[in-house]
């Protein structure tokens, strides 16, 4: 996984942008981060596991971020 990995192709979001979200509001759940951030608000690729317009999911990116 590195910083530039595509999380959300429609709204340009990147591993580093989730990180440093999760990093900034650490009282926030990961659906409340995701809301804030718009993932999924469009066409939802990121929410499907190994999607081709994507690198990365979002779940996938929170579970290796919490280890």
Known sequence: ???SDVVCQCNMICV???SDFMQ???ALSEDQL???MNIGGRCGAC???N???I???YAEVV???KK
Do not use: A, F, G
């Open 1 to 3: 996984m590195n910083d």
């Open 16 to 18: 580093k942008d989730v």
């Open 24 to 26: 900034t509001y650490p």
């Open 34 to 36: 995701k809301k804030i």
């Open 47 to 49: 929410n499907i596991p």
């Open 51 to 53: 999607s081709p317009n």
């Open 55 to 57: 690198d990365i999911s």
């Open 63 to 65: 579970k290796k971020l």
